[in-house]
């Protein structure tokens, strides 16, 4: 692994994406810098900012004077925080207060907040006047380095995790990584599940790197912006090859279908938050693959030890309110994965592994091996 850089260096980060390309900028105090970059990018432009009412308290009152300081006018459109504002009713309240706004096709919208400030606000951008571009400045860790990158937006429904949405890409990323100092130890515990991902699925020297250094990391030490830039560069790389997940892209959804179902079950609350269910569903990933043969138990208990060492739920026995209906019920779960978006004519597909740092798309999956395996992984912890 590259050295961890000082935090007087901000880094960027290209997603290569031909006229669509994007630059994320990646570094403490680089929220300053928005208003200056938004007039490079659109002069004469008009925002609006989309945050939560979280984040508001924090940091857009910055964000507004950064952009005011480059002459950028700005309406704020405040919602609550939480996957309940990710629904119709949050659609429709963001979008018109957007058309309230006037923001037009030539306009910007900056989603200001976490994973889903950034899914509802890019969703809105996509569908208004047919589509108005968008700034991604995230404020959670997991924001930063998964769903700021890549324009996937989208909202949930009662019946699954963003079944409604659209690829809409940003125009710009800025990751202030000063904004993680203001997370609870649980959201940044949650956003770090997605940094684990990226070495389990590509990466066996950063999930080394991880191991070794994952203490820096929450202290706010240099390591931190090493992590996000390493895990940028990985979904950037993925999202310029497959842009609309028709191949390798599906590979980042490395624990996903499991922990996507989990929170479905949880009802979209703070009993699990999206991080805890990837942590959860990675685990379980790993002993399928074990299961099947493909990954050798000692790589499963070394990706159990370090979730667990770190603070994520790795046991489906770790959620709150694991007993409730629909959470210890193994055909209520299958249920729920017969939803997911990677569903194609109604066959299951799976994120399975072969070691650490290798990850592979398993179609058509047996829904009854996976029953029975959900059935003995609910009836123990281990």
Known sequence: MTVPL?????????????????????????????????AALRPGVRTAIV???????????????????????????????????KSYAGLEKVSEALIAAKIERNDLVIALGGGVVGDLAGFAAAILRRGVDFVQVP????????????????????????????????????ADTAALDTLSPRQFRAGYAEVAKYGLLGDAAFFSWLESNHADLFKGGAAREHAIATSCRAKAAIVARDERETGDRALLNLGHTFG??????TGFSDRLFHGEGVAVGMVLAAQFSAELGMLPESDVARIIHHLAQVGLPTHLQDIAGFAQEGLGD???????????????????????MEAIGRAVIANDVDPARVRDFLQVRLARRS
């Open 330 to 352: 193994a055909d209520a779960l299958l249920a729920r994965m017969a939803q997911d978006k990677k569903v194609k004519r109604g066959k299951l597909t799976f994120i399975l």
């Open 139 to 174: 404020t959670s860790l997991l924001a930063q380095v998964d769903s700021s990158v890549g324009g996937k937006t989208g909202i949930n429904s009662p019946q699954g995790k963003n079944l409604l949405g659209a690829f809409h890409q940003p125009v710009l990323v800025i």
């Open 260 to 265: 996507h179902a989990l929170e479905a079950a």
């Open 51 to 85: 945050t939560d009412r979280t984040v508001a308290k924090h940091w857009l009152a910055p964000a507004e004077a950064s952009l005011a300081a480059a002459g950028i006018p700005a309406t704020a459109v405040v919602v609550d925080e939480g996957e309940g504002s």
């Open 6 to 38: 000082k935090h007087s260096d901000s880094i960027t980060v290209d997603v290569a994406l031909g006229e669509r390309a994007y630059d994320i900028v990646i570094g403490r105090g680089v929220l300053a810098s928005l208003g200056q970059r938004v």
